[in-house]
């Protein structure tokens, strides 16, 4: 979760920021990418953060407004040729969230979002050897009823990437 709020404040300062380089690439208790054990060698939670994010297609943040929320994360970008929006939510609750998108002033005709869900257990679940997946993805595509309102079911403890095309 931390991983992924790292990556989306990076994200929000646009063309200010060019480059990042993560350097616990293999076996730094906790915070990398792979671990590489004797017995097996697995993708970390980090890593599957990694995985979601190094494919979005997220180039220009937009400002939202709604209530806000300590315990949850709310970011949205256009893609490079504002065609495709992307909206990222983290869910530091226990409890699942649905999520409603008023997109009436976008001018935004999606039809389709494509949608990736990382989520675990609890804020303290982790991949290891013995549960190589507890930190899971889950792929779907869901098709718009509106193109003014996007819904987005949000589990616990999750980070959601969607992408509305």
Not at 51 to 62: D, H, N, V
Not at 107 to 113: P, S
Not at 134 to 161: G, K, N, Q, T
Request: hydrophobic fraction near 45%; proline fraction near 3%; glycine fraction near 6%.
């Amino acid at each position: 979760m931390n991983a992924a709020r790292q990556v989306l404040v990076f994200q929000r300062l646009g063309g200010e920021f060019e480059f990042a380089n993560f350097n616990n690439m293999a076996n730094t208790w906790g915070q990398n990418v792979i671990e590489c054990a004797k017995e097996a060698v697995i993708v970390s939670a980090a890593g599957r953060v990694f995985e979601l994010f190094s494919r979005s297609t997220a180039a220009w943040p937009i400002k939202l407004e709604g209530p806000q929320d300590q315990d949850l994360v709310v970011q949205a970008a256009w893609d490079l040729e504002r065609k495709s929006l992307v909206i990222d939510v983290l869910n530091y609750k226990g409890e699942g969230v649905e999520m409603a998108f008023d997109m009436s002033a976008l001018g935004l005709l999606a039809r389709e979002a494509g949608v990736a869900i990382l989520h675990g257990s609890s804020l303290a679940a982790r991949n290891s050897i013995v549960d190589p997946d507890a930190i899971r993805r889950e792929d779907s595509h869901v098709p718009l009823r509106s193109h003014s309102e996007f819904r987005l079911a949000v589990p616990r403890y999750s980070v959601s990437h969607a992408v509305l095309h």
